[in-house]
């Protein structure tokens, strides 16, 4: 935002491609965002849509080429066939977003709520303001969507930390002296407070023995197969194994809980043909 060159716009509108083929969805976080450089930064912001936008557009063409169209089936067909979580409206707002990170909307809200005293002050608010819609979209839209696990909000809490870490470094510029000093003492403890209900066992995350051991089991069982194996939902198993990689258990689900009757039969036809082939 604060760039000069040009080549440093080129740079942002290429890290937005890289972001948007990690996470599809990130496209929603831009739209704000390109709003408010359009409004605010209009001739950087052209360079950050035309070195963004075209890249993009050509890397998911050369995609679709090279998949013989899955890619844009995957990517566009597939996701507007997919039925909506209607409770979402709400849980998002309850179970997603205040319930772990309460505190944090809070204070964001407080500083909403203060008089801003110079133009530089109510132009940061106004790019803050585009980064927050812009991550509340992405994972409101997400969790909405079927099939929109709870890794879809990493990109949502992201932006809120960050928009919670700018505010509380501003905040204290918005006020006078004597709120200055209750804020310098009531905002780390909040801060604190917000940590603690953050915290977590990342042990928990750790295989087992018992799991380690049942691992190097089902390696020796499926060795023991003579001919393909299908794992649904750890391929290396198959590559170590030597069996051709087959298709992941989530891929295949999001066509099967699609309104695509066509893929969804050939998808049923192809596991009863390879069971059959087998017994």
């Not at 998002?92 to 505190?103: A, Q, R, S, Y």
């Not at 809070?106 to 709520?113: K, M, Q, S």
């Not at 004597?178 to 403890?189: N, T, Y």
Request: charged share 15%; proline share 4%; net charge positive.
């Amino acid at each position: 935002r604060t760039a000069k060159r040009w080549t440093s716009w080129v740079l942002a509108g290429l890290c937005a491609t890289l972001a948007f083929y990690t996470k599809q969805s990130v496209w929603l976080l831009y739209v704000p965002i390109v709003i408010y450089l359009l409004f605010t930064l209009r001739k950087r912001a052209f360079i950050f849509i035309a070195s963004g936008g075209i890249v993009t557009a050509a890397l998911f063409f050369l995609a679709n080429i090279h998949s013989k169209g899955w890619f844009y089936y995957y990517m566009v067909t597939l996701p507007e066939r997919h039925e909506w979580e209607r409770f979402m409206i709400w849980s998002f707002w309850v179970k997603d977003l205040f319930l772990p990170l309460g505190i944090g909307c809070v204070l964001i809200a407080l500083w909403y709520r203060m008089r801003l005293s110079t133009e530089i002050m109510r132009e940061q608010r106004a790019f803050y303001t585009s980064v927050l819609v812009g991550g509340l979209l992405i994972g409101w839209i997400s969790r909405l969507h079927s099939g929109g696990y709870i890794n879809v909000l990493l990109p949502t809490h992201a932006c809120i930390a960050l928009v919670l870490v700018l505010v509380c470094a501003h905040s204290e510029k918005s006020v006078s002296p004597l709120s200055r000093h209750k804020l310098q003492a009531l905002v780390p403890c909040a801060l604190l407070v917000q940590f603690a209900f953050l915290l977590y066992v990342p042990q928990a995350m750790i295989p087992s023995r018992a799991i380690r051991d049942a691992q190097e089991d089902l390696k020796i069982r499926l060795q023991a197969f003579k001919g393909p194996v299908y794992v649904q939902s750890h391929g290396w198993y198959q590559y170590q194994q030597g069996s051709p990689i087959t298709g992941h258990h989530m891929a295949l689900l999001d066509v099967l809980r699609s309104s695509d009757p066509v893929q969804s039969f050939e998808i049923e036809k192809e596991f009863w043909r390879a069971i059959s082939a087998r017994e």
